[in-house]
């Protein structure tokens, strides 16, 4: 059989056109096998006639609903060339075996299912999720030295060294306590969007095969997470994924689990001797090195 059609305006790059060639010979390798197996009929005397060949039909039906339901639904199986009549063909093959409704589906399933969760990266797809990231931001800002740029240079010209250094300390145990308290909340939320998944996969009839989510939760480092483990959308709206099966549960839960409120963040008790020069500096309308450098301390990623 030649390539898809859809393949042949354009040359597909060496990579993709090797690997569609080793599966296409593997894929006709094991069909052909199968074409030829043959199976003894035993009459109802216990006698043995001669070997008959297998229902391939039969055979190439069931292992084309198993694909179907590893990637999903009948849509997903055609939706390299939907319209065909090579697709109206496999199409109708499969509905034959699982059902007009795919009611029959699942139970061909053969691959687990894998939910992906990366909970730091639904502050981007989930409308109104807590950011980890915004909220630490806007707990140093609210431990400057000063709102006022100018009062900040002018208490930071007054700090020792060693009060830097309990100042650095002060913001990194606020930076830590935040980072703990979204730890938690996404921890929960990863908690209760895994419940809701098992429980809408155990509604969906004949799923027989596990069903798993692969969570990310740490809030430290949510780019790294991100690259190993993906939302299957930008948000609920999304197109078909590689396996509908896996969107479809995911769409599910989160739409189960309300979106968790942010936590209220406390923030550490200043020095005293930081309150005390807040208290007694006034802002000044000058400008110069000394009130950059202060920016610049404060502004450091700690």
């Not at 939910?115 to 502050?123: I, K, T, Y």
């Not at 799923?207 to 993906?230: G, K, M």
Request: charged letters at 20%.
């Amino acid at each position: 059989m030649n390539q898809p059609t859809s393949l042949e305006p354009t040359t597909p790059p060496a990579a993709f056109q090797q690997t569609w060639t080793q599966t296409h010979a593997q894929a006709v390798a094991v069909l052909t096998t199968a074409c030829r197996l043959r199976y003894a009929r035993t009459h109802s005397d216990g006698t043995t006639a001669s070997s008959e060949p297998i229902d391939f039909a039969d055979f190439l039906a069931s292992v084309l609903a198993g694909v179907t339901a590893n990637v999903g639904s009948t849509d997903r199986l055609v939706a390299g060339r939907p319209g065909s009549w090579e697709a109206g063909l496999v199409a109708q093959l499969v509905t034959g075996t699982v059902g007009e409704d795919e009611a029959w589906l699942y139970e061909n399933r053969t691959e687990p299912v894998v939910v992906p969760l990366n909970v730091p990266a639904l502050s981007w797809d989930l409308p109104g999720f807590p950011d980890a990231e915004d909220a630490i931001t806007a707990t140093l800002e609210r431990l400057r030295l000063s709102p006022d740029p100018q009062t900040a240079a002018r208490i930071g010209e007054q700090l020792t060294d060693e009060q830097w250094r309990e100042y650095d300390e002060v913001r990194d145990a606020a930076e830590a306590a935040a980072l703990a308290r979204y730890a938690q909340l996404y921890r929960a939320y990863a908690d209760a969007f895994t419940d809701a998944v098992h429980a809408a996969a155990a509604q969906i009839a004949g799923l027989s095969v596990p069903v798993s989510v692969t969570c990310a939760h740490d809030p430290r480092d949510p780019h790294e997470q991100a690259a190993a483990v993906v939302n299957p959308f930008d948000d609920l709206d999304c197109g078909a994924s590689d396996d509908e099966l896996t969107a479809r549960l995911w769409r599910a839960a989160a739409a189960a689990v309300p979106v968790p409120d942010a936590p209220a963040l406390d923030l550490p008790a200043l020095p005293g001797w930081l309150t005390a020069l807040q208290a007694g500096s006034e802002p000044v309308t000058t400008t110069g090195p000394a009130a950059a450098d202060a920016r610049t301390h404060e502004g450091q990623d700690r």
